[in-house]
């Protein structure tokens, strides 16, 4: 399952509608984080299959940093419903992520 590239606010605004759970990765240009982690997190991904998954370049489409708050890069936001349930930015614990995933998941699932 690849990312989504997307490249503007009302797109990521369609997918977060469309989809229970959402996956936004918020990444740049330059970034050895962002390039380092991505691979890394695409793995972990692959897991939940009922989670659309998209990835944005904040130098692409720069007001998404307003948007979601965006301070630093990468930022990792998963949604449920429309709302964030789970943020992450910068120096990431996958293994720690993965947990935080799974349980999200497992939590709205199982109801």
């Keep these: ?5 997307l490249d503007d606010l009302e797109a990521i605004d369609e997918i977060i509608k469309a989809h229970k759970f959402v996956f936004l990765y918020i990444w740049r240009d330059g970034c050895s984080v962002c390039h380092g982690l991505y691979p890394q997190i695409e793995a972990v991904m692959k897991k939940y299959p009922q989670i659309e998954t998209a990835h944005i370049n904040v130098a692409e489409v720069p007001e998404v940093a307003g948007r979601f708050e965006v301070f630093t890069v990468p930022v990792l936001l998963l949604f449920v419903d429309g ?3 789970l943020r992450e930015a910068r120096i990431v614990q996958v293994d720690l992520f993965e947990e935080r ?11």
Excluded at 1 to 5: D, L
């Design 1 to 5: 399952m690849a990312f989504a590239k």
């Design 101 to 111: 995933v799974r349980k999200l998941v497992d939590n709205y699932v199982d109801q």
């Design 83 to 85: 709302k964030e349930y």
